[in-house]
């Protein structure tokens, strides 16, 4: 049964088509991956199959009594609540049924007796919803659901006010498996999880028994969830059966066939273009010169395939350090409250160091505390001689209103136009990407743009905090050669081992430091 159809959508930004003439059709229990290249329109779609915006022209069509939840890259929480308030809110309608039958047993004593069983069928109705919902055991559920995705390291009476962008969006996320909806729309929610948490978020998935559509640029999750894959690629939207490995092996497969067809088409128009030029003014020959160009007016031309820019990334190296880079001793990380025991420890030239360990317990505030972003609680940092670093922050401001190009302009006003352009086209952006403001940019085409600035300066230091959330596979893979030419030292924040496992020389666990039960 089609819980989800979509028909004929078309969709654009200006002149810059996004979707063109696209149809999707999603059924009960399917579990969709939606995939494409940064900015191709997969966020775009979302919003639209989901209301947030209009197409401008075809339909979307939801079944009858469907429920759908959707986790994209922008949703907010209410300021003043508690990450337990939010969570509670998944159950709203079972709350509004509970005070509804309570309300029924006060008008009880006040009615005569027909209206009075009436009242009670009523109740014992709703008494059945309740119980059948599971609804007096929400606080287990809460906590179960919560514990595998790691809020109760954070503390579920915790203001939302205080968290990080990554510990609210697992607050989201949280939620919305607790709603259960008939479709799930995620939209790259293994972004802010550690590898517990995206494990246990894979196995809940994989036993969804209602449908979901997902994004996600994480391909050994997608391939382990979706048994469906649907690529955005040139405004068109096409289905494939599989996983994600599936639809790549059938792509490359599609794309060589249409390549090598074109090639043939190609050399049969030129021999039909030389024939008709050598032949068309020769009484004798023109019948057969102008036979061969209706064949070649009839001929259905085959497009060659587009490709879209790929990004280069070379980190320029700077001269050499001291031995040692950083040297903390007694360094103690927090804010209100310490998230470690006293750190000593020291960063050596040349080791490429990746820090892991689950949410919550200080790997970003570790970064921010070694640059002197925030201070430290206790302890002292160094830095050594002639050190040069670059930072990659995990969040951007969303409310960014500079172009890319001025946003690069800006760090570097001795720059011309051209030099400009040709930096972020390098990085993989089009004309439209570097013109439109940062706030309108996809997820992966703001974190190139944010790219380009380290690119554009020598470094011996690399600072780079979950450098891979958003960017498409074919950024990520270039983004890890850079990294592992890198000349330099490194410290990298990821949740995603097997990009880091090629040139990672040390792995720092957070767990065997923090002051939190774990």
């Known amino acids: ?72 890259q922008h949703s907010v929480l209410e300021p003043g609540t508690t990450i337990r308030d939010n969570l509670r809110l998944a159950f709203n309608h079972l709350f509004e049924l509970e005070t509804e039958m309570l309300g029924i047993y006060e008008k009880v004593a006040e009615v005569d007796e027909a209206e009075m069983t009436r009242l009670m069928e009523d109740a014992a109705e709703i008494q059945n919803i309740l119980d059948s919902s599971g609804f007096y055991t929400l606080d287990s559920k809460i906590e179960e ?11 579920l009476d915790r203001k939302v006010d205080e968290l990080s962008g990554g510990q609210r969006t697992k607050v989201l996320l949280t939620k919305l498996l607790l ?23 894979k196995r809940y998935l994989q036993n969804y ?29 096409t289905r494939y059966v599989g996983n994600y490995d599936d639809f790549k092996r059938i792509y490359e497969q599609q794309k060589r066939q249409q390549e090598q067809a074109y090639e043939r088409q190609q ?23 102008k036979s061969r160009q209706k064949q070649l007016d009839k001929m259905d031309i085959i497009e060659k395939t587009h490709e879209k820019p790929k990004p280069i990334f070379n980190f320029k190296p700077y001269k050499a350090p001291s031995r040692f880079l950083i040297e903390a001793e007694d360094l103690v990380i927090g804010y209100d409250e310490p998230l ?104 992966g085409e703001n974190a190139k743009v944010r790219l380009c600035k380290i690119l554009m300066e020598e470094l011996n230091l690399l600072i780079l905090d979950e ?15 850079a990294i592992r030419e890198f000349k330099g030292t490194v410290v990298l924040v990821c949740h995603e081992p097997y990009f880091y496992q090629s040139f990672v020389t040390d792995v720092w666990n957070v767990e065997d430091w923090t002051t939190k039960v774990i």
Not at 218 to 237: T, W
Not at 267 to 289: C, H, Q
């Open 340 to 443: 470690t025991s006293p750190l000593t420890f020291k960063l050596e030239r040349g080791q490429k160091v990746a820090i892991c360990g689950v949410n919550g317990l200080g790997k970003s505030t570790l970064l921010k505390t070694l640059l002197g972003i925030i201070p430290s609680l206790g302890g002292k940092v160094e830095f050594g001689e002639n050190v040069k670093y670059g930072y990659f922050e995990q969040e951007d401001s969303r409310d960014n209103s500079n172009t890319a190009l001025e946003e690069i302009w800006n760090l570097y006003p001795s720059m011309n136009n051209h030099e400009v352009r040709t930096a972020l086209a390098k990085c993989g952006l089009t004309t439209e990407h570097i013109t439109s403001p940062m706030k309108v940019l996809s997820g």
């Open 267 to 289: 050399k049969e128009i030129d021999k039909l273009e030389d024939f008709i030029a050598r032949n068309k003014a020769r009484v004798a020959t023109t019948g057969m010169a």
């Open 1 to 72: 049964m089609s819980v989800l159809t979509v028909k004929n959508v078309t969709h654009g930004f200006g002149a810059r088509s996004i979707l063109e003439d696209v149809s999707f059709r999603l059924l009960k229990g399917e579990h969709v991956a939606l995939v494409g290249a940064n900015g191709e329109g997969k966020s775009t779609f979302l919003n639209i199959i989901t209301g947030k915006l209009m197409p401008d022209e075809g339909k979307v069509e939801w079944s009858n009594r469907v429920t759908a939840g959707y986790l994209d």
């Open 209 to 237: 028994e209602n449908a979901f559509i997902l994004v996600s640029h994480d391909i050994p999750f997608l391939n382990e969830v979706c048994n469906l894959v649907y690529h955005v690629e040139n405004c068109e939207l």
């Open 467 to 481: 450098p891979t959330n958003h960017l498409d596979p074919e950024a990520k893979d270039e983004l890890e050669k």
């Open 179 to 201: 709603e259960n909806p008939t479709i799930l729309i995620l939209d790259e929610p293994t972004n802010y999880l550690d590898e517990n948490h995206i494990e246990w978020l």
């Open 145 to 155: 659901v919560a514990q595998g995705l790691g809020l109760s390291d954070i503390g």
